[in-house]
């Protein structure tokens, strides 16, 4: 093939420049389709349109092409996000008779929560996979879908439905209630993307429990492997301990006392009370250290580390968080291995790509936003931040570096959603973090090891609520220090753009992106 000549219109930016590029694209197509009323079929054309030029004009004028495969990705975005958003239910959904008292019938799809009500009854908070419905006694049932929410109040010792079970329940469904507010999560939306659109309030009477054969599927096996772990967790700490662990290992907030998550939360640390991309990180980092102290080559430590980061996605039941802190830790993993770690930026864009056109909702959810915004500043400010920190001991340098280029990054969101910055996550994230990842260690550790050697299990587990309790105190005493949390307005979008836009310019790396971008 000959060479181009010198009259050729310019080139494609380089591959990791593009990809960054377009991951820009999508998330801004999707946010512009979730405040803006778009129509389905003017997107579809735009997309066609842009695609088509795109194609067009790529052997002609690439350079000029490369703007219309943005916009090709920025309205795939769009259109995504009309597809697969459904505000409202329709008539074969159970959301659209919430107002209504009804008898619903379905699967258990998630591990049920227990709270105690007072000394003689309990709540269930199960999350029921619709069947089938009737409405007003005497009906005959009908095809129904979608996800609720059953609250049940029953006596304490009653037998709770497993994962897996057919439940039936009657009672009133009601919306689930939400906020749209600056310093409020919209809790509505949030179940919203997990396809939960109603819930219901019912007694232990009004639910009759059946066995399936689901039951007895991989999906029961784990989930009823994290209810045993759960009551082994019980028999070795007090329960508020417990709590804790479990939500560190398995996900979810349900019995962590208030007091102690707002602690955590002064703290800037309340992400390591349940599952995150920072567990996902640890325990891939954990392997990878072992397998650096075993001599293995990297390409297999890196592995080994993806084949754990799957493994602990299934124990923890493979929450939204938890998929996508996977997909961007096997996306770096990936790097690693090829020996290509410096193309971090794009391997973070690719899982950034994939997730929000699987899911376009989800670049409005809390948790997406701080580990992406995380993620981007760990990779893009913590090597200019480390080296602003020379002479410091470099144990003590990384952990600062890591702590600030986090939340750095991530300040606009935390000024939207909380209204403040914590200086105390600095001591918080030296001190009381390094104890819980210890505890999480331990207590995989402790499960797995129990199952062979109940004893040794148990030993470890007690000494994990040792610890939780080392770091409950410690929270709480950095939570009253005077100073701790600098509270400050909602940063408006312009604002928040230059402010990203400063960070990047001092990161060091627009000098590189220019330059590959003139390649």
């Keep these: 093939m000959s060479s181009l000549p010198e009259s050729w219109p310019g080139q494609l930016p380089e591959p990791g420049v593009l990809i960054v590029t377009l991951s820009a694209a999508v998330i801004s197509g999707a946010w512009a389709a979730g405040i803006l009323p778009v129509s389905a079929p003017l997107v579809f054309l735009l997309t066609a349109g842009a695609g088509t030029v795109f194609a067009g004009m790529y052997f002609w004028r690439p350079a000029a092409a490369a703007c219309f495969l943005w916009l090709f990705f920025f309205f795939l975005a769009m259109l995504r996000f009309v597809q697969a958003e459904t505000m409202e239910p329709g008539p074969g959904n159970i959301g659209w008779f919430i107002g209504h008292s009804v008898t619903v019938k379905g699967e258990v799809d998630a591990l049920p929560r227990v709270f105690p009500a007072d000394d003689e009854n309990i709540y269930v908070r199960y999350v029921l996979s619709v069947r089938e419905y009737a409405v007003g006694p005497g009906e005959h049932f009908r095809p129904a879908s979608g996800r609720l929410i059953v609250n049940v109040k029953e006596k304490a010792g009653?037998?709770?439905?497993?994962?897996?079970?057919?439940?039936?329940?009657?009672?009133?469904?009601?919306?689930?209630?939400?906020f749209n507010n600056p310093g409020q999560i919209d809790l509505e939306a949030m179940l919203r993307r997990q396809g939960i659109v109603a819930k219901l309030n019912t007694a232990g009477e009004k639910v009759r429990v059946e066995h399936s054969d689901s039951e007895h599927s991989w999906e029961a096996g784990l989930a009823n492997w994290r209810d045993r772990a759960t009551k082994k967790m019980l028999y070795a700490m007090p329960p508020e301990d417990a709590a804790i662990i479990n939500g560190i290992l398995f996900g979810g907030y349900d019995g962590i006392r208030h007091d102690v998550a707002k602690n955590f939360a002064t703290t800037g640390i309340v992400h390591i009370l349940s599952v995150s991309g920072a567990h996902v990180a640890l325990v891939a980092g954990v392997v990878l250290w072992t397998a650096g102290r075993l001599g293995i080559r990297q390409v297999w430590a890196a592995a080994f580390a993806g084949a754990?980061?799957?493994?602990?996605?299934?124990?923890?039941?493979?929450?939204?968080?938890?998929?996508?802190?996977?997909?961007?830790?096997?996306?770096?993993?990936?790097?690693?291995?090829?020996?290509?770690?410096?193309?971090?930026?794009?391997?973070?864009?690719v899982a950034i790509i994939s997730m929000v056109l699987y899911k376009p909702s989800w670049i409005f959810d809390i948790s997406f936003q701080l580990s992406v915004a995380a993620t981007a500043g760990i990779i893009f400010l913590y090597p200019r931040l480390l080296s602003w920190l020379r002479g410091v001991p470099r144990w003590l340098a990384g952990n600062l570096a890591v702590t600030a280029a986090a939340q750095l990054a991530a300040l606009p969101f935390l000024a939207w959603y909380f209204s403040s910055l914590s200086i105390s996550a600095f001591i918080a994230n030296l001190v009381i973090v390094p104890?819980?990842?210890?505890?999480?260690?331990?207590?995989?550790?402790?499960?797995?090891?129990?199952?062979?050697?109940?004893f040794a299990g148990h030993l470890l587990l007690v000494i994990s609520g040792l610890l939780v309790g080392v770091a409950v105190e410690g929270a709480a005493f950095l939570a009253r220090l005077p100073g701790g949390q600098i509270n400050f307005p909602a940063m408006p979008i312009s604002m928040s753009l230059a402010y990203y836009a400063i960070c990047y310019g001092y990161s060091g790396t627009s000098q590189n992106f220019c330059r590959a971008c003139r390649k």
């Design 435 to 454: 104890i819980i990842e210890a505890v999480m260690v331990i207590g995989i550790v402790a499960l797995g090891v129990g199952s062979l050697w109940g």
């Design 158 to 178: 009653q037998p709770v439905a497993p994962f897996g079970a057919v439940l039936t329940a009657s009672g009133q469904l009601t919306r689930p209630h939400g």
């Design 308 to 349: 754990a980061i799957i493994l602990y996605g299934l124990l923890s039941g493979f929450t939204p968080p938890v998929v996508r802190s996977a997909l961007m830790g096997l996306m770096g993993l990936a790097a690693l291995g090829m020996g290509r770690f410096r193309d971090s930026p794009a391997a973070l864009s």
